[in-house]
């Protein structure tokens, strides 16, 4: 069965920086866009960014763009979001999606048929 496993996460001051991974297993890696999504307390499931199986790339506007790069190994079937000057409203639980889609991303939750389990990042002031 398909399999998304995301590390990394943890408590980072503000202006620090994380690295977050999502190793994928049970897909073959190279056929699906992957994505990075996070989700508040009390608030809904938000589209961070994604990269096509060539590296295209797309982010969500104003709240991540010129801090977040997505990345992808695909011969280590894993995908990469480096976080940098990072801020208090970045804390949230951070989720690495697949879409059968190669060749392009999607900002919609609706977008992506596999979640991994989510990984805790607190940014703290």
């Known amino acids: 069965q398909v399999q998304l496993v995301e590390s990394g996460g943890g408590l980072v001051q503000a202006g620090g920086s994380l690295r977050l991974s999502c190793a994928a297993s049970?897909?073959?890696?190279?056929?699906?866009?992957m994505g990075w999504f996070r989700q508040a307390p009390g608030k809904e499931r938000e589209f961070v960014a994604a990269?096509?199986?060539?590296?295209?790339?797309?982010y969500a506007t104003d709240s991540v763009k010129g801090r977040f790069t997505i990345s992808r190994d695909n011969a280590k079937n894993t995908v990469y979001v480096q976080m940098n000057s990072l801020k208090p409203e970045d804390t949230a639980v951070y989720y690495c999606a697949a879409r059968g889609s190669p060749g392009s991303t999607s900002v919609l939750v609706s977008g992506y048929e596999y979640w991994g389990q989510g990984t805790q990042v607190t940014v703290s002031s």
């Open positions: 990269i096509t199986w060539s590296g295209g790339t797309a």
């Open positions: 049970g897909l073959i890696f190279s056929r699906y866009t």
